[in-house]
Nanobody
Framework: QVQLVESGGGLVQAGGSLRLSCSAS????????MGWYRQAPGKQRELVAT???????NYADSVKGRFTISRDNAKNTMYLQMNSLKPEDTAVYYC???????????WGQGTQVTVSS
């Protein structure tokens, strides 16, 4: 069973930085696309950024230039470097993984990011 475990969330002041990590385990197939999504209270879950195992990235307009997604395939770990954080970045951040061979999608349990003004 594929498991995704996030870490690195916390409380930070506006303008500060955090780095989230997502560690993947249990997959015998490559996780072709991984991504970060977030959900703020009372809002729908939204895409933050995605990255393929080839390194192609995609970002939501709201985080372009502030957030950087990366992955270390050898360590089965994905990262999200978040700089210049704003109060509107406050949300639960979820790790997502998609395996093309099985057409299955997986989610982590989420990690809370709170940005104070």
């Amino acid at each position: 069973q594929v498991q995704l475990v996030e870490s690195g969330g916390g409380l930070v002041q506006a303008g500060g930085s955090l780095r989230l990590s997502c560690s993947a385990s249990g997959s015998i197939f490559p996780i072709n696309r991984m991504g970060w999504y977030r959900q703020a209270p009372g809002k729908q879950r939204e895409l933050v950024a995605t990255i393929t195992n080839g390194g192609s990235t995609n970002y939501a307009d709201s985080v372009k230039g502030r957030f950087t997604i990366s992955r270390d395939n050898a360590k089965n770990t994905m990262y999200l470097q978040m700089n210049s954080l704003k109060p509107e970045d406050t949300a639960v951040y979820y790790c997502n993984g998609f395996i093309v061979f099985t057409q299955k999608e997986y989610w982590g349990q989420g990690t809370q990011v709170t940005v104070s003004s």
